[in-house]
């Protein structure tokens, strides 16, 4: 809103004649100083945590080849939560929350199941999900329990702002940026990031603390498009922040 008063009012003079914008600015790229910061930087205060989806079904119920893959994820995720906890960050949960009947589940239609297989005989039947409420399935994995002053923020699509307290949560806490870890990246974390974007959130994803079925996709967000729409670090480079924010809150 301030930006759009600057620039109403500049073309305003500029329509009476009394002022030229220099040309510089011609191509609508007025100075914000105002709104500068530092992108190696953030506010500890008004930063929190995320971990989306680290649910028992997706490590603890995987294949053993997918808890190899996932350890390391997994071992920089407590790497976060413990940091997070002594400097006393918010730390908020993304949990999966689904009927056991199916009947809230979505129903849209698509080309292929979610691993990417086309549909026999053309007849998109979406399955039913495993991460029922309440059941073992659907519980944050150990390794990064909750605790009670956590935010637990049950889900009902991928995004975890969709039908949920979860802006509400964040807003009257005074937080204005999200740490993400978790999985699915193409699925919804980039729905998360996303819808986070949209509302004005700044947005750090851990790339080596988040997961992904697929390689390339993974890529292609933490390369070409998160970048774009937040920042993208490695667990020991938000670390680091976090050290940084902390000498100079002190």
């Known amino acids: 809103m301030q930006r759009s008063n600057v620039r109403l009012g500049i073309f305003a003079w500029c329509m009476i004649g009394i002022w030229e914008i220099p040309s510089q600015h011609q191509n609508g790229d007025f100075p914000t100083e105002a709104f500068c910061m530092k992108v190696n930087e953030f506010n500890l205060s008004k930063t929190a945590l995320l971990f989306f989806?680290?649910?028992?079904?997706?490590?603890?119920?995987?294949s053993e080849e997918t808890k190899r893959r996932m350890k390391p994820v997994v071992d920089n995720a407590v790497r976060l939560m413990n940091a997070a906890r002594q400097n006393r960050m918010l730390i908020y949960?993304?949990?999966?929350?689904?009927?056991?009947?199916?009947e809230s589940r979505s129903v849209v239609v698509t080309d292929t199941d979610m691993r990417l297989r086309p549909w026999p005989n053309d007849d998109c039947n979406p399955a039913l999900h495993g991460a029922t409420e309440g059941s073992w399935e659907q519980k944050?994995?150990?390794e990064i329990a909750p605790r009670p002053e956590d935010y637990v923020i049950p889900k009902y699509r991928w995004s975890t702002f969709h039908q949920t307290y979860f802006d509400l949560g964040l807003r009257s806490r005074g937080i204005d940026t999200l740490i993400i870890s978790g999985g699915a990246v193409d699925v919804g974390v980039a729905s998360t990031v996303y819808a986070a974007r949209d509302l004005d959130y700044s947005v750090i994803v851990v790339r080596d603390a988040c997961s992904n079925s697929h390689e390339d996709s993974m890529a292609a967000f933490m390369n070409t498009?998160?970048?774009?729409m937040g920042r993208v670090r490695t667990?020991?480079?938000?670390?680091?922040?976090?050290?940084?924010?902390?000498?100079t809150r002190n």
């Open 93 to 102: 949960y993304a949990m999966a929350n689904h009927r056991p009947d199916g």
């Open 140 to 142: 944050v994995i150990e």
């Open 235 to 247: 667990t020991e480079e938000v670390l680091g922040m976090i050290r940084s924010a902390t000498t």
């Open 225 to 228: 498009v998160f970048p774009r």
């Open 53 to 62: 989806d680290m649910l028992n079904i997706y490590y603890h119920g995987a």
